[in-house]
């Protein structure tokens, strides 16, 4: 089936079959790796894109449902260089093995669109779905919280 | 690990459309939604189907709106939606309560209510709380369209009134002066299903319903207490009386995430907590929706 899609701004029509998952095509048709294989039953969250704009667990999302859809990944959010979030998760040491990373930054991403200000309370819901093993997560509340508009916690 | 079997893709733009196919696929084709559980299943070969139907382009079902005396929820309304909605926020803020609770942002910006009660897990969130909404539920098959009483909805494990060819369109709910109550129990917040969960609604003049998540095949509703309590003002030695009859309403198993005893007594601390809180919710105090009672 004809696939077309823009991905980080950049449209793409590609052929994929009705059973190919959104993950699958962005890491091996398209080449976007940041978006990482981690349970694949949407539990974990290190598959995060966001779609339209939302955050989406791109393992739960046939690859045909995307047909017109925008789709964002880390790649696109960086594009012109680290956004301040990543800075700030760069300077809170906010991961360290990196693999929950991409989702949580999106995730993150999608808290701050909405939310400039959020509330510690705010920043944990919106990332309760994104398992981090390495950092207990407390330097990535830290960030994200600098990064909003209240500029510490 | 990819979605071992094969199928057809259609993303029919009319219910007609839908309806046709489906009925050209008895038994073997599947709605898709928002798919969190559905391509969940289709990875675990949970199901096999020939045909998925993605109903995300068809126009008029994404409503979330009141009409004439009731509130009209699209079967595209997702968890999100219901959160974000300010016509939720004026008229059953209990739908959003319970959507807050149902896994994390990245399911709830694509997992839809309706979808919720077509999977019919025993645990599903939006169960215990539309049962307690008296909740009408409206499909279209090929003959036409009828609608069905959230107390006729849920007929086993997974199971619900839904015959093969039909897809819902909506669901509907009286607007009437209420105060609600989700109560979920679950082991942590975030992608967690109810361990055991309790919905409450209460309307004027000691009128109440009571319903129960996880503790048996379907979401159930207890016609037992609610009778116990109507009519009667709320008190310390009525409550009481209602939660002693819990044991016998619910019959829940002992899993991997939840032994039946713990279950049960948490119920019944749940629908105590949840009774209360309803019912000065109702008086236009109580607890903030929202705020946890466990």
Request: net charge negative; hydrophobic share 40%.
């Amino acid at each position: 089936m004809e696939l077309n899609l823009n991905i980080n701004g950049e449209h793409w029509a590609l052929d994929v079959a009705p059973a190919d998952v959104l993950l699958d095509v962005l890491r091996d048709k398209i080449g976007v790796k940041s978006p990482k294989i981690g349970c694949e039953r949407g539990d974990c969250g290190s598959c995060t894109v966001l779609m339209d704009g939302r955050s989406v667990r791109s393992c739960l999302i046939l690859a045909v449902e995307a047909d017109g859809h925008d789709i964002t990944t880390v790649e696109g959010i960086s594009s012109d260089g680290l956004s301040e979030l990543q800075n700030l998760f760069l300077v809170n040491n906010s991961f360290q093995c990196g693999f929950c990373a991409p989702g949580i930054v999106l995730s993150a991403t999608e808290l701050l669109e909405h939310n400039p200000n959020p509330t510690r309370h705010d920043v944990q819901e919106a990332i309760v779905g994104n398992l981090c093993r390495c950092t207990g997560y407390e330097p990535i509340i830290k960030a994200v919280l600098a990064a909003g508009k209240g500029g510490s916690e | 690990m990819v979605i071992a079997n094969e199928f057809d893709y259609q993303r029919p733009s009319t219910l007609a459309d839908v309806t046709r196919m489906l009925a050209e696929h008895p038994g073997s084709a599947r709605i898709l939604a928002g798919g969190t559980d559905l391509v969940a299943w289709l990875r675990d070969d949970a199901i096999a189907p020939d045909l998925v139907v993605d109903i995300k382009n068809i126009t008029g079902i994404h409503d979330l709106k009141v009409e004439g005396s009731a509130l009209r929820i699209g079967a595209l309304v997702t968890f999100s939606d219901l959160i974000e909605s300010e016509v939720i926020a004026a008229h059953a803020p209990l739908l959003a309560e319970m959507a807050e609770t149902v896994a994390s942002q990245g399911i709830r910006n694509r997992a839809t209510m309706v979808g919720n009660i077509c999977s019919a897990v025993p645990s599903c969130d939006a169960g215990p709380v539309l049962l307690a909404y008296d909740t009408t539920v409206h499909l279209v098959g090929p003959s036409g369209a009828r609608s069905v009483d959230i107390n006729d909805w849920f007929v086993g494990l997974r199971k619900t009134a839904r015959t093969d060819d039909e897809v819902v369109t909506h669901l509907t709910i009286a607007l009437r002066p209420h105060g609600g109550v989700y109560v979920k129990l679950m082991r942590y917040a975030g992608e967690d299903l109810a361990q055991a969960a309790v919905g409450i609604v209460a309307y004027p003049d000691d009128d109440y319903r009571v319903t129960f998540g996880a503790v048996a095949p379907t979401p159930i509703r207890s016609t037992r207490i609610e009778d116990a309590l109507h009519g009667k003002p709320l008190t310390e030695s009525a409550v009481a009386e209602v939660v002693a009859m819990v044991r016998d309403e619910i019959s829940p198993i002992t899993d991997i995430r939840a032994s039946a005893e713990y279950r049960t007594r948490m119920t019944e601390v749940m629908l105590e907590r949840g009774l209360w809180a309803a019912s000065e919710r109702l008086a236009g105090r109580g607890p903030a929706y929202g705020d946890r009672l466990i």
